[in-house]
């Protein structure tokens, strides 16, 4: 496994660039000691700087993501692309459907609930374009893509990691509870950890 000193993330051996946070991976051996790293002669090139490690955190630790996010430029950075992956995708699918329920309101005289039907349609989206081509448009976008811990990625995955997008209150209490509680993969939200899915950058 090669470290990236930019984010913190794990890669596999032999990768140039960070599957995470899409750095050039300037280790040349593989990591298989963590603590070699903090000394400053180990594993460095002609040119290079030794990469240094917060010694209260190390990558694969357990702690909370605020933890991971306050040592990890590359990591801040990853989770921005996701808040606007998601912008993006508010902006496709609910500005449609608000249009359409309008229009569809004004033509029966009555009143349709955009929340509701937006969120269904909103979870419904996601969970198909990310099983289906690995990420929403926002996603593809940003240069995202959902992956599975576990093997196959499942439609039933999917539906699980996005189905608090269904309210937005709902997507707001899982960030809260994604950002206190401890992990060790600071790529995935609360509903990813159920879903044994996690967001990677796509190469």
Known sequence: M?????????????????????AALALSEPVTNWSNLQQPGNYQQAGQQPAQLPPQLQPGQ???LLDYLSHYQGLQYHW?????ALVFDAIFVLLPVYVILTLMSWMLGGFLGFMGIGGIVLVLYSAFLEYSSGGTIGKMIMGLKVVSIKGK???????VRNITKIYSLLLLIEFIITLVVETT??????????AKTTVIEKR
């Open 185 to 194: 993969d600071a790529h995935q939200r609360y509903m990813d950890k159920l």
């Open 153 to 159: 990625f499942e439609l039933s995955d999917a539906l």
């Open 62 to 64: 357990k702690a909370s």
């Open 80 to 84: 921005v692309r996701r808040f606007v």
């Open 2 to 22: 090669v470290y990236c000193s930019k984010c913190g993330t794990v890669n596999p051996e032999g990768a140039k660039f960070c599957n995470s946070c899409a």
